[in-house]
T-cell receptor, first 116, second 110 residues
Framework: DAGVTQSPTHLIKTRGQQVTLRCSPI?????VSWYQQVLGQGPQFIFQ???????GRGNFPDRFSARQFPNYSSELNVNALLLGDSALYLC???????????????FGEGSRLTVL | RKEVEQDPGPFNVPEGATVAFNCTYS??????FFWYRQDCRKEPKLLMS???SGNEDGRFTAQLNRASQYISLLIRDSKLSDSATYLC???????????FGAGTRLFVKA
C-alpha cells in the first residue's frame, strides 16, 4: 500500500506569493494533520482535519488555511509568504481522530518550501 | 515555557553504550506520550508509545512520570544505526494538537 504522499517535494517562492501544498493520506485513514518543521526544530502543529472538518488549529496566522476533501486528501494554503515561512511542511495521516491508545502518525516525506 | 522541552544534545556515544534522554511537558492534562525518531532529512517515524507502567521494546525502554511531568527514553547497547534525532511527543485528551519537542540528536560512533 502507498504511504502518505505529498506534492510538490520542493518549491521556491518569493515573498508575497501564495502556495498550495497537497497531501494524500494512507488508504483508509480519515485524519490528516499538517506540521511545519524549521531546520533544527521539531514539527510544529498547524492543523488537523477529520472527516473534512477542522478539529484542531495551532498558533499560526490566518495566512495559513487548509481543507480536506471527500476522498480525505488535503491541501494546505499559505498566503502572503514571508521569509520565515521557509520550512519543511509535513503531512501526517492517522486512522482516526482522538485515539490516545496508539497515536501513531504516518508522515509523508514533506514539501520543502523556500521563500526568497 | 515551551510545552515540551528536550535537551537538544548532541549526545555523542560509542557503540555499545547506554544513553538516556529526558523530556518534560507543561500540560498536566496530557494523556498520550510517544517517542518518534527522525533520520536526517527524513520524516519522523514512531519509535514507541510511552505507558504509565513503563514499556520496553528490545533495547529501548520508555518511562513516564506523571507527578514530575517527564518522560524518558533509554537506549541500551547503542548501534551505529541508532544515530538520529529523537522527538518527544505529547498529546492531550482527544488526540489533536500533538506537540513535538525540538528533538535530541544522538550520534553513535564506532
Amino acid at each position: 500500500d502507498a504511504g502518505v504522499t505529498q506534492s510538490p517535494t520542493h518549491l521556491i517562492k518569493t515573498r508575497g506569493q501564495q502556495v498550495t501544498l497537497r497531501c494524500s493520506p494512507i488508504s483508509g485513514h480519515k485524519s490528516v494533520s499538517w506540521y511545519q518543521q524549521v531546520l533544527g526544530q521539531g514539527p510544529q502543529f498547524i492543523f488537523q482535519y477529520y472527516e473534512k472538518e477542522e478539529r484542531g488549529r495551532g498558533n499560526f496566522p490566518d495566512r495559513f488555511s487548509a481543507r480536506q476533501f471527500p476522498n480525505y486528501s488535503s491541501e494546505l494554503n499559505v498566503n502572503a509568504l514571508l521569509l520565515g515561512d521557509s520550512a519543511l511542511y509535513l503531512c501526517a495521516s492517522s486512522v482516526d481522530f482522538g485515539l490516545p491508545h496508539t497515536g501513531e502518525l504516518f508522515f509523508g516525506e514533506g514539501s520543502r518550501l523556500t521563500v526568497l | 515555557r515551551k510545552e515540551v522541552e528536550q535537551d537538544p544534545g548532541p549526545f555523542n556515544v560509542p557503540e555499545g553504550a547506554t544513553v538516556a534522554f529526558n523530556c518534560t511537558y507543561s500540560n498536566s492534562a496530557s494523556q498520550s506520550f510517544f517517542w518518534y525518531r527522525q533520520d536526517c532529512r527524513k520524516e519522523p517515524k514512531l519509535l514507541m508509545s510511552v505507558y504509565s507502567s513503563g514499556n520496553e521494546d528490545g533495547r529501548f525502554t520508555a518511562q513516564l512520570n506523571r507527578a514530575s511531568q517527564y518522560i524518558s527514553l533509554l537506549i541500551r547497547d547503542s548501534k551505529l544505526s541508532d544515530s538520529a534525532t529523537y522527538l518527544c511527543v505529547v498529546s492531550p485528551t482527544g488526540g489533536f494538537k500533538t506537540i513535538f519537542g525540538a528533538g535530541t540528536r544522538l550520534f553513535v560512533k564506532a
